[in-house]
């Protein structure tokens, strides 16, 4: 029986999870009376069709589709799977390649016709209800009401007009949360640093915005973009829309802010929801430009003092990768070269006051990922295994190809003795039929043999010498200024993340590494053809499959 893996998504703008379990019980209905077995559901809640980088439901069923543990997809519709007509053409090639069918209950069997149209039609429909909905915004805006969100000091006016509609985009005065923000702009004012006030307002148990924790960001935010309390100019009465705008990065799926510039912004006066008296806006301003003019005054100072070894002086090496053990927050830099819980130093929520300088950090990892983590006597069967299960696999892609090779020859066999038939007078309905399931299995193997991988050479089986080696090498080139840059983007790829804990005596730290050894044949093979052993023996590696070996961990 064929087996059908069901999948269904709601999207934020529809507010309805039940909405998630109407698709997958029509879809098994469906399924039912086409007797096919149902093997999985994935889900997507809340969360946007416009891409399916992001969604975790998604990767799990082509993780799944790769692994065969299914022949067909089935959906509401396409839109529901994804409305970006790139993703769905990666999706759609994807599935075909491991043989498993997409199949709606909109569209029927998704072929590369509905891909195209489809695709195209959501994508326009993505840009139409994005262009709508600013214009929609827009005319709130010009009347004086909110655009979107809910800023800190505020509530929702909930009415209905006159023709029993709800009213949108009103806002009122909180009179409690309007009084905290006056605080805030007071304490800045007054000297008070933007730390030091969350601090506060956290110990006294004061909600912050959305009910998180206070933070310094929160107050501070960005004066450019007009992020963060104090540079919300809705707190005179003036209501800024269109600041910036958000652009889809094609990598990661994430969004990311771009300023536009001001004449792009519209600006409406709202004195009704004024909050902060003009006079301490202006005082606060003026600090934050005093506060700016002593900054780059410090940072020059710094420059030229020491413009040689800044010149020189390298990215951290961690940045980005330490995480606390406590809290689960990152482990940023902070004063004096030192890593510090985020949390706790911003919030007060994390207990983990224990820091540890760079360098000491950066020679731990180090000793430890040369120690451990790529030691080649404890890697050399790891990659033994790597070697042969890759060559097997290559083995089999090419008994296949042979195998679908001989096929089609059959085939053709088989399809000109049916026309002799044909053309002697012999026509009959079963040899049509015949004729047309050979045809329709003839272009069947050809499609998947067109989009089989390109055959590349068998892993050579001395690579772990090369490995040893490299590792020998690597840290060499850790200490020649010229070779760092491109050492230390090898080494973060081989590290997942390094996890902190603090210890029992004062300032003491513990450190685990968690690294992927499939990140290691990664960046092995990926240097292996620039290397002189491979010009001598003529062979190459193409390492894409570090599934199937665990991570590593281990304290440093």
């Known amino acids: ?36 077995r149902v093997v999985g559901a994935y889900r997507d809640a809340a969360i946007s069709g416009s891409s399916v980088i992001l969604r975790p439901g998604i990767q799990s069923l082509l993780q799944d589709a790769q692994g065969g543990q299914f022949d067909v997809v089935m959906a509401e519709a396409l839109d529901r799977i994804s409305r970006d007509q790139a993703d769905v053409a990666t999706l759609y090639k994807h599935l075909q390649f491991v043989g498993v069918r997409i199949v709606t209950l909109a569209e029927g069997e998704v072929s590369e016709l509905h891909v195209g149209l489809k695709g195209t039609m959501n994508a326009l429909f993505l840009k139409d209800l994005a262009n709508k909905t600013r214009r929609g915004l827009r005319g709130r805006v010009e009347q004086g009401r909110s655009g979107g969100g809910l800023c800190y000091g505020y509530d929702v006016v909930k009415r209905l007009s006159s023709e029993g509609e709800p009213v949108r985009g009103e806002r009122t005065i909180n009179t409690a949360e309007a009084e905290v923000v006056r605080r805030v702009f007071r304490d800045f004012a007054n000297g008070v640093s933007p730390q030091a006030i969350a601090l506060r307002l956290n110990a006294e148990g004061v909600p912050g915005p959305c009910g998180r ?7 501070r935010g960005h004066q450019k973009r007009g992020t963060g309390l104090i540079n919300n100019e809705l707190y005179i009465g003036r209501l800024i829309w269109n600041r910036q705008r958000y652009v889809k990065n094609p990598t990661t799926g994430r969004r990311v802010a771009r300023l536009n510039p ?11 929801l004024a909050i902060v008296p003009p006079e301490l806006w202006r005082s606060v301003k003026a600090r934050q430009g005093q506060i700016a003019v002593e900054y780059a005054g410090v940072i020059e100072a710094v420059q030229k003092s020491n413009s040689l070894n800044r010149t020189h002086r390298p990215k951290s090496l961690l940045s980005g990768l330490v995480h606390c053990g406590v809290c689960g927050g990152p482990y940023t830099l902070r004063g004096q070269g030192r890593f510090a819980c985020s949390q706790h130093i911003d919030t007060r929520s994390c207990t983990n006051g224990h820091t540890i300088s760079r360098t000491a950090l950066e020679d731990r990892v180090l000793a430890g990922l040369k120690d451990r983590l790529m030691a080649p006597d404890l890697l050399a069967e790891a990659i033994r295994a790597y070697v042969d299960e890759t060559n097997r696999l290559n083995h089999e892609r090419r008994a296949a190809s042979a195998a679908g090779q001989n096929e089609l020859r059959k085939i053709d066999r088989a399809i000109s003795g049916i026309l002799d038939a044909i053309e002697d007078g012999r026509r009959t309905s079963a040899l049509m039929e015949r004729l047309y399931e050979l045809e329709d299995r003839k272009a069947a193997l050809k499609a ?92 190459s590696v193409s390492v894409g499959a570090g599934a199937g070996f665990e991570p590593a961990t281990f304290r440093l």
């Open 262 to 272: 001001p004449e792009a912004w519209i600006t409406r006066e709202v004195p009704e």
């Open 448 to 539: 998947r043999m067109a989009e089989a991988p390109e055959d590349t050479p068998d892993v050579h089986p001395n690579i772990a010498d090369l490995y040893r080696r490299k590792v020998s090498r690597l840290a060499e080139a850790l200490n020649d200024p010229a070779d760092r840059d491109e050492a230390s983007d090898a080494l973060r790829a081989l590290i997942e993340r390094v996890v902190l804990m603090p210890g029992d005596r004062r300032g003491e730290v513990h450190a685990a590494l968690h690294g992927e050894f499939g990140a290691i044949l990664d960046w092995l093979g990926a240097r292996y053809s620039n290397t002189p052993e491979a010009g001598a023996s003529g062979v």
């Open 213 to 219: 924790l206070w933070s310094a960001t929160t107050i």
């Open 1 to 36: 029986m064929t087996r059908v893996a069901l999948y269904a998504r709601y999207s934020s703008d529809q507010q309805n999870a039940a909405s998630i379990d109407d698709q997958l019980r029509i879809c098994r209905e469906q399924a039912a009376r086409d007797s096919l």
